[in-house]
């Protein structure tokens, strides 16, 4: 009696989240997908939307925008992230921890279009960093930032160098103190064990949170919109438009499906990787 139950009992355990993996995703997505195949002013199937990605320059263009800004985000908050997570797991004493992970995270507390307008006072031509720079004397005017891809990659980083911190934190914490003893032992100095031991073991931590930087950055459509000035196509932005400004939902949907196969491909890049470096 018991073994014929336990079927049953572990279909009911995971329908609420299988119900909620169809209702909320796997409906959604079909729908979109069927949408993308009915051009907008055609009465039967076609694969126009895709095709005209792929010879529209402008289309083409703005996924490279998409893909530039979002690699340069990563690389560089995983490069302020790694060494901020460094010295609060292993500088900060064990009761100041806690402390300083709420105060690291304290951005994630603000409004994300707040943050964004923010930004964009702070990098504005009077804003505080030209204000300062010119009251300093290193610049005789003000530096165009704001409404520029700069100033993009500046917002990214600030929200994503906090998500980052977190996913390094949690993996050098794991990390047991006797490694950098025994490579001590081994005759391995500071720099070594950290490239030859600290790096690899925290490897999966780094590219947790990259990835998660990859995906949140490369589909966000307000920081590019408010920091970026509309100056720059990225695929968001163009998604937005065919809505937008056309009403072709058709096109709109062909556009994200091709974004999520390219978040898709770098999903399957980085767990390749990543099985690589743990064989």
């Given at each position: 009696?018991?073994?014929?139950?336990?079927?049953i009992?572990?279909?009911?355990?995971?329908?609420?989240?299988?119900?909620?993996?169809?209702?909320?995703?796997?409906?959604?997505?079909?729908?979109?997908?069927?949408?993308?195949?009915?051009?907008?002013?055609?009465?039967?199937?076609?694969?126009?939307?895709?095709?005209?990605?792929?010879?529209?320059?402008?289309?083409?263009?703005?996924?490279?925008?998409?893909?530039?800004?979002?690699?340069?985000?990563?690389?560089?908050s995983?490069?302020?992230?790694?060494?901020?997570?460094?010295?609060?797991?292993?500088?900060?004493p064990e009761?100041?921890?806690?402390?300083?992970?709420?105060?690291?995270?304290?951005?994630?507390?603000?409004?994300?279009?707040?943050?964004?307008y923010?930004?964009?006072?702070?990098?504005?031509?009077?804003?505080?960093i030209?204000?300062?720079?010119?009251?300093?004397?290193?610049?005789?005017?003000?530096?165009?930032?704001?409404?520029?891809?700069?100033?993009?990659?500046?917002?990214?980083?600030?929200?994503?160098?906090?998500?980052?911190?977190?996913?390094?934190?949690?993996?050098?914490?794991?990390?047991s103190?006797?490694?950098?003893?025994?490579?001590?032992?081994?005759?391995?100095?500071?720099?070594?064990?950290?490239?030859?031991?600290?790096?690899?073991?925290t490897?999966?931590?780094?590219?947790?949170?990259?990835?998660?930087?990859?995906?949140?950055?490369?589909?966000?459509?307000?920081?590019?919109?408010?920091?970026?000035?509309?100056?720059?196509?990225?695929?968001?932005?163009?998604?937005?438009?065919?809505?937008?400004?056309?009403?072709?939902?058709?096109?709109?949907?062909?556009?994200?499906?091709?974004?999520?196969l390219?978040?898709?491909?770098?999903?399957?890049?980085?767990a390749?990787?990543?099985?690589?470096?743990?064989?």
């Open positions: 009696m018991s073994t014929g139950r336990q079927p009992a572990a279909w009911a355990s995971v329908s609420p989240a299988l119900l909620s993996t169809l209702a909320f995703f796997a409906v959604p997505f079909a729908a979109m997908a069927v949408a993308s195949l009915f051009p907008k002013g055609e009465a039967g199937l076609s694969l126009a939307n895709y095709a005209q990605f792929f010879t529209n320059p402008s289309y083409w263009r703005s996924l490279i925008n998409s893909l530039e800004v979002t690699l340069t985000v990563t690389v560089i995983v490069l302020l992230a790694y060494p901020f997570a460094w010295i609060l797991a292993f500088w900060v009761r100041w921890q806690r402390l300083a992970l709420m105060l690291a995270v304290l951005p994630f507390w603000t409004s994300y279009v707040v943050r964004s923010s930004w964009l006072l702070v990098l504005a031509e009077k804003g505080i030209n204000d300062t720079l010119l009251g300093i004397g290193l610049l005789s005017e003000p530096i165009q930032i704001a409404n520029t891809r700069a100033a993009t990659v500046i917002g990214f980083v600030h929200f994503f160098v906090m998500l980052l911190t977190l996913t390094i934190f949690a993996n050098l914490k794991q990390l103190p006797n490694y950098r003893k025994a490579a001590a032992d081994l005759g391995a100095g500071p720099i070594r064990s950290f490239i030859h031991v600290i790096l690899p073991l490897l999966p931590g780094i590219m947790v949170g990259a990835f998660l930087t990859f995906v949140l950055a490369i589909g966000d459509y307000i920081t590019p919109q408010i920091l970026g000035g509309n100056n720059e196509l990225l695929m968001p932005q163009l998604i937005m438009m065919q809505i937008g400004r056309r009403g072709d939902f058709a096109s709109a949907s062909a556009l994200s499906i091709i974004l999520m390219v978040v898709t491909l770098a999903y399957f890049l980085c390749r990787w990543l099985k690589i470096e743990r064989a």
